[in-house]
Structure formats: C-alpha cells, structure tokens
C-alpha cells in the first residue's frame, strides 16, 4: 500500500526572474497517522505545473463549502 502524507505548507517558492520557466522551494510534509517528526523536501517545479495547480485549485476551491466568494 502506498504512503499517505499530508502537505503541511510550501515555503520560500521563487524564481530567479519574472520570467523564470522554473521555481524552487521547499515543501513540509508530514506522514499521515504517525509520531515521526514533519520532513522538508526541497522541491523544483515548472510554471506549467504551476499554472494548471492555480487552475484546478480555484475551480475546488470555488465549489468548496469552507470559501465564501467575493462579491465584485
């Protein structure tokens, strides 16, 4: 069976340049269920995987119950 882990937040993502096509950080994860201490993995991550997190993130967001929606 495949681990669980929860992501816990994504620290310090940045570019080199505004038109940077990759982006580091580090993400803190934690294993679901257990009394281990949380790991920090350094991450790399493409400005299209980027883009379409931005996407598919809003889209659950805005159907999710815990957002209220903005009036413009």
């Excluded at 929860?6 to 940077?20: F, K, M, N, Y």
């Excluded at 990759?22 to 920090?40: K, M, N």
């Excluded at 980027?50 to 119950?65: D, I, K, V, Y």
Aim: glycine share 6%.
């Amino acid at each position: 069976m495949a681990e669980s882990w929860e992501i816990l937040t994504l620290r310090g993502l940045a570019s080199t340049d505004e038109r940077a096509e990759r982006f580091t950080g580090t993400l803190v994860i934690h294993r679901e269920d257990s009394t281990e201490p949380v790991d920090s993995v350094s991450v790399s991550i493409k400005r299209t995987v980027l883009a379409e997190l931005h996407e598919n993130l809003g889209r659950l967001l805005a159907r999710s119950t815990g957002v209220k929606r903005r009036s413009s």
